[in-house]
């Protein structure tokens, strides 16, 4: 009987194992979401912070920008975190700001006119 048990218990222990990792793998790719500029205006700058930090991270599109129907896809794989604050910036000075965007519940976010 114990012939038996112990090959069923790797076996078990291995899809354990598997199913672990692949959730992990799924979790990581939530996290990059094409960012898609529905408004009227290029995007010239695009950041997103943690919620709860004081300042605007980075210029993720840097020298780039992101002109009207056009999308980039940002990574958000760098840790466990997945609230995040977004700002956009427009060729006519507008700036857009969206909280608590969820990045692991996400594959994409759109900024419109409304």
């Known amino acids: 009987m ?5 090959p069923l218990l ?3 222990a291995a899809s354990v194992m598997a199913a672990s990792l ?11 979401v094409k960012i898609i500029n529905e408004t009227r ?8 912070s943690r919620v709860g930090t004081n300042d605007w991270e980075e210029d993720i599109l840097g020298q ?12 958000f794989a760098t840790d466990d ?7 956009g910036v ?19 976010f759109r900024f419109t006119e409304e």
């Open 90 to 108: 427009f060729d006519d000075g507008d700036k857009v700001e969206k909280h608590r965007i969820n990045v692991c519940e996400i594959s994409s």
């Open 64 to 75: 780039d920008s992101l002109s009207v129907g056009n999308s980039v896809v940002v990574n």
């Open 10 to 12: 790797a076996a078990l």
């Open 81 to 87: 975190y997945c609230l995040y604050d977004f700002l």
């Open 2 to 6: 114990r012939k038996i048990i112990r």
């Open 22 to 32: 692949a959730t992990t793998a799924f979790a990581d790719a939530n996290k990059k």
């Open 41 to 48: 205006h290029t995007m010239v700058q695009f950041h997103a």
